[in-house]
């Protein structure tokens, strides 16, 4: 085999495991599960009590 033929084989088996890892990233990615805080366990939502303490301060 020339070099040429041997630089084109392991340029195309990189080409292969470049795109094997990367369909293996996006299936992983798509694979997880999203998830939302409850907005009463959230510290950086003020309260309803809160605001409206923080309003009558202001008046």
Do not use: W
């Not at 890892?21 to 409850?38: E, L, M, N, P, R």
């Amino acid at each position: 085999m020339s070099t040429l033929t041997i630089s084109i084989l392991i340029t195309l088996v990189i080409i292969i495991f470049v795109i094997i890892i990367f369909a293996a990233a996006i299936t992983k990615g798509y694979s997880y599960k999203h998830t939302v805080d409850q907005l009463e366990d959230n510290p950086y939502v003020k309260k309803e009590e809160d605001k409206t303490e923080a309003d009558n301060e202001r008046s």
